[in-house]
């Protein structure tokens, strides 16, 4: 993995004594902040991760020691985050934001609580840290629940007795069979929170149950989340003393916007939580970790929340980013680790700003208040959140800890001020009680040079006056005892007792001064360079250790899918078990589930063959009692379906997602389906009768896709011409994508699943993947320039191979020279150094015949091998392949019709692209100098092309097999 950020670091303002303490170099400009133990107002309650939205599924797939390495990282006391409370879904079978998450009880007669992976995951955080808070919260429920009510009420299926007891039952599951107590639930994620009433009733189920420790959380969503009534709830949870009760932890969701600091004041009772922030998406390029943009982020929330708000803790969305490539609100997590059978993952900023807090602050320690000054905000901006540690039986100050940051920097869902650039000087006195534990401070700071870094101690002084030249003491709230004289001195007079030191914050850093000893850095090996899923693929669904596993690398977009020993067979099958969709139950205010659908593999892949066999197994209850035992929910058709070229699908719409599918339903018929993912978004390409249905039901499926053409065989015989199916250019279908399997509301059972690339046998077989694919159709004749032009990208998250480069060549193109065979360079120009120096990497030389163009690929292109073979190109690398025209003539492609970065095969490769580039001065002699092509905004991408070689990936050696 490439590092971001140098091993170096410089420690400005900070001089070292001959003592071996830090004493800080004095600016003319100090604020005075004082520190009492008798400030100390709220109970911090920890700061935590989210998993819920299938944000942490790819994580289960790890193998060790890597999957450990990443728990250590998220859990392990003292060690990384050390994440204070985990905060988990309550699996719905409902689509939630990137996936379903299994219920553990898919109808009213089911029961299973070892299903899905949250469960999994809170052992390995209790196991680690056996003091971590556990909170779940549920974004749907099944069809099944509420469905024998009758009222018209808004949401009454989901706040029924029904549901009560599904809350109880998921508690019992997690306290019984796994020893894990639930400390908080909440109620429905940003939903209607229900009434007065369901929230009593649910409370009582709790207690009736043997868990009075349990409480709930609301409404986790905003202060005017309404109630099934439409009230809002700021207004009827304040004036509901019988809310208070059973609830008294107010959880908002992303609350920069909504402060209300009055609902966390001292002594109302109430926690005030910022119970879902953060949804900071990676900054640092897809897969390639989230950076430090993210992190100034998160810092500054962990700050604001509780300088602004009264909030004792920010609970980020999400913990991990564990979901496939190319889904929504990709990268919101504090850390990456996303490719499993690579093994590679990332251990980001985020992790490290919250280790700021939680290895020096923990639940029960109580925060010094704003109002008082004990925290605050910064003079030149930023914020200081101070802490004590109170021995429980002598009330004696046992640590202290300040975190201050000077970040600068926004967050997606809320605007800070902006900090000032220069460093701002502190004064910081303690009273006597806080002076008998802080006779040391140990400092530790991170920016975007060095990560959670140590840079050595602090003793403060117990001289009882200082002055200091010119001084300004800022008029923040409770900063009694200080006071400014005119052009003269400022003095600061800590208490009887008590000790100050001076400390210079540098900009765009966040520091931690504590008495705490116990704080690290933990380090784990590096981890492998990630890589797509390597191909060929294939899961036979034998050797899982039980029923209901989660079968390795498939992501769940609708219903529930897991390994079931299947009897008949010789082993294990993937079995969808979700009979009907989740209705009024699911979450979100539009129709968020399409019907059962589950995706594995890389929005990268292009030409694939994909064979699986698969069996319609059970049909509603509802319908064989009505006599229509063929058909699945609701009358709605029963079938099978394998997919390829799956890309888009924004989780909220409830539409398949985009991909071409061969389906086939339980009267033989089959079908080739072209999915848009957009309302009405299906085109039928080729329909037709099996002659016949195999015994049982077992349907073998195969789907071949490479380019605009499809073959597809069902039980061994082709269903499409031999030669294929062209599909039409009207019809959408991405050149790369995913597999999918998929079924209606119904059980259905999949089984010998594999994967491979596929030769299509229409062209001539290739190893390479051009970098662009554009039909040569599109070329524009241009004569607006002479000498080097070309394209200039930049390489996406994995580094690549580039094999071959080649120039367009269209029949007809009329030389201005006599020799129609024009030969032409080839350069490949690359940056190392972030766009501003180019050397030239690799080079080659064809010749084009202009009246023919011979040995021209489809897309009208000729290639040549590089002179010295293939080029190494790194991740992040800035390039240009260009070609030297030495006519006033050639051919390219652009106007209105130049594609987006989205649109190309190669997408996943690229993480930029532009317009055309040319050197500059443009005379043949400076192809290091590129500038935009002058005169041709919308021009694409001038006449070259490069073929990739293999991916330069790691051996998959530590990958699950």
Not at 78 to 94: N, R, T
Not at 338 to 366: E, L, V
Not at 521 to 544: E, I, M
Request: proline share 6%; charged share 15%; glycine share 10%.
């Amino acid at each position: 993995m490439m590092n971001r950020f140098h091993t170096h670091f410089v420690l400005v303002m900070i001089t070292a004594t001959a003592q071996g303490t830090l004493s800080m170099l004095m600016q003319e400009h100090a604020q005075e902040i004082q520190l009492q133990s008798s400030q100390a107002a709220h109970s911090f309650t920890g700061h935590g991760g989210l998993s819920a939205g299938a944000s942490s599924r790819l994580l289960y797939d790890y193998a060790e020691p890597h999957r450990s390495n990443i728990l250590d990282y998220l859990f392990q006391p003292q060690f990384g985050a050390s994440m204070q409370i985990l905060k988990i879904e309550i699996g719905g079978d409902v689509q939630s934001t990137d996936g379903t998450e299994a219920s553990h009880m898919h109808n009213r007669q089911d029961l299973s609580c070892i299903r899905g992976y949250e469960s999994w995951l809170a052992q390995e955080a209790k196991k680690r840290n056996p003091a971590i808070i556990l909170y779940g919260l549920s974004w749907g429920v099944p069809g099944w629940v509420g469905d024998n009510v009758t009222s018209n009420v808004t949401h009454a299926t989901y706040f029924s007795d029904d549901n009560l007891e599904y809350q109880v039952a998921w508690v019992r599951c997690m306290n019984d069979t796994f020893g894990l107590p639930i400390d908080y639930l909440g109620i429905w994620n940003e939903m209607s929170w229900g009434s007065v009433d369901y929230v009593v009733r649910l409370k009582q189920a709790l207690e009736d149950n043997g868990f009075t420790q349990t409480k709930l959380v609301l409404p986790d969503g905003g202060l005017n989340m309404p109630d099934q009534h439409g009230n809002p709830f700021l207004s009827t949870y304040l004036a509901s003393p019988a809310l208070q009760r059973v609830a008294a932890t107010v959880g908002l969701h992303y609350p920069c916007d909504q402060p209300h600091p009055e609902l966390g004041a001292a002594g109302t009772g109430i926690e005030y939580w910022a119970s879902e922030d953060y949804s900071q998406h990676d900054d640092a390029g897809v897969g390639t970790g989230t950076g430090w943009a993210a992190g100034v982020c998160w810092g500054k929330l962990l700050g604001n929340n509780y300088v602004r708000m009264n909030m004792t803790t920010t609970i980020s969305w999400s913990l991990v980013w564990s979901v496939a490539d190319g889904l929504g609100c990709d990268g919101d997590g504090l850390t990456m680790a996303r490719t499993p059978w690579s093994g590679h993952y990332s251990i980001d900023p985020p992790i490290w700003m919250t280790a700021h807090w939680t290895q020096f602050i923990k639940p029960g320690w109580r925060l010094l208040s704003t109002a008082s000054g004990g925290s605050g905000h910064l003079l030149q901006n930023g914020t200081y959140v101070s802490a004590v540690e109170f021995d429980p039986d002598t009330r004696v100050v046992k640590n202290v800890s300040i975190v201050l940051e000077t970040l600068q920097g926004q967050c997606v869902h809320c605007a800070f001020p902006v900090p000032a650039t220069a460093p701002q000087t502190l004064w910081i006195s303690l009273d006597a009680a806080m002076a008998q534990a802080a006779h040391t401070l140990h400092v530790w700071s991170s920016n975007e040079t060095h990560l959670f870094t140590y840079l050595g101690t602090i003793t403060p002084s117990n001289v009882n006056a200082s002055t200091f030249p010119n001084a300004t003491v800022g008029a923040l709230p409770g900063m009694a005892g200080t006071h400014t004289r005119t052009g003269g001195t400022t003095e600061k007079r800590p208490a009887t007792g008590g000790v100050s030191f001076q400390f210079t914050a540098q900009p765009n850093t966040m520091y931690t001064l504590s008495t705490v000893t116990t704080a690290a850095k933990g380090v784990h090996a590096t981890p492998p360079q990630p890589q797509d899923l390597p191909l060929p693929y294939a899961d036979d669904f034998n050797g899982y250790p039980r029923n209901d596993s989660i079968a390795r690398f498939w992501s769940d977009q609708g219903g529930s899918w897991s390994v079931a020993s299947a009897p008949g067979t010789h082993g294990g099958v993937l079995r969808q078990w979700v009979l009907r969709p989740p209705g009024t139950n699911a979450w979100g205010f539009r129709p968020s589930n399409p019907t059962p659908i589950t995706l594995l593999g890389s929005t990268h892949w292009d030409a694939m063959t994909v064979a699986v066999t698969g069996r319609i197994v059970g049909i509603h209850a509802d319908n064989r009692e009505a006599g229509r035992s063929n058909l699945a929910w609701n009358g709605e058709e029963a079938f099978v379906m394998v997919c390829t070229h799956v890309t888009t699908f924004s989780t909220w719409s409830g539409w398949i997602p985009t991909g071409l599918c061969l389906q086939v339903n339980q009267t033989g018929v089959w079908a080739i389906k072209s999915f848009v993912n957009a309302e009405y978004g299906v085109t039928t390409l080729a329909t037709g009768t099996l002659p016949s249905l195999p015994r049982g039901n077992s349907l073998h499926l195969n789907l071949s896709t490479s380019c605009r053409r499809v073959w597809a065989l069902v039980n061994g015989s082709s269903v499409l011409p031999v030669a294929g199916l062209d599909i039409p250019d009207t019809v959408g279908c991405p050149s790369q994508g995913r597999i999918a399997l998929g079924s209606g509301w119904h059980a259905a059972e999949f089984d010998d699943f594999a994967v491979a690339r596929y030769n299509d046998p229409q062209r001539a077989p290739r190893a390479h993947r051009d970098l662009f694919e554009c039909a040569s159709a599109g070329q524009e004749l241009r004569t607006s320039f002479t000498g080097y032009v070309g394209v200039h990208f930049q390489v996406g998250s994995l580094p690549v191979a580039i094999a071959e480069l080649g120039r367009i060549c269209v029949r007809s193109n009329t030389s201005t020279t006599t020799d129609t065979h024009e030969k032409h360079l080839l350069l490949l120009s690359c940056s190392g150094d972030n766009g501003r120096t180019y050397d030239t990497v690799g080079s080659a030389t064809i010749a084009l015949n202009t009246t023919s163009c011979v040995g021209t690929d489809r897309n009208g292109i000729v290639w040549a091998n590089l002179t010295n073979g293939s080029v190494n190109v790194d991740a992040g690398s800035q390039c240009v392949i260009a070609s030297r025209e030495h006519t006033t003539a050639f051919y390219g492609t652009g106007g209105s019709n130049m594609p987006q970065l989205s649109q190309l095969p190669a997408t996943g490769l690229l993480s930029s692209w532009c317009p055309a580039w040319a050197e500059s001065p443009s005379d043949g002699t400076h192809p290091g100098n590129w500038t935009l092509l002058p005169g041709e905004a919308g021009y694409a991408y001038g006449p070259v092309n490069a073929r990739l070689g293999s991916m330069l990936m790691a051996t998959a050696a530590d990958s699950p097999s």
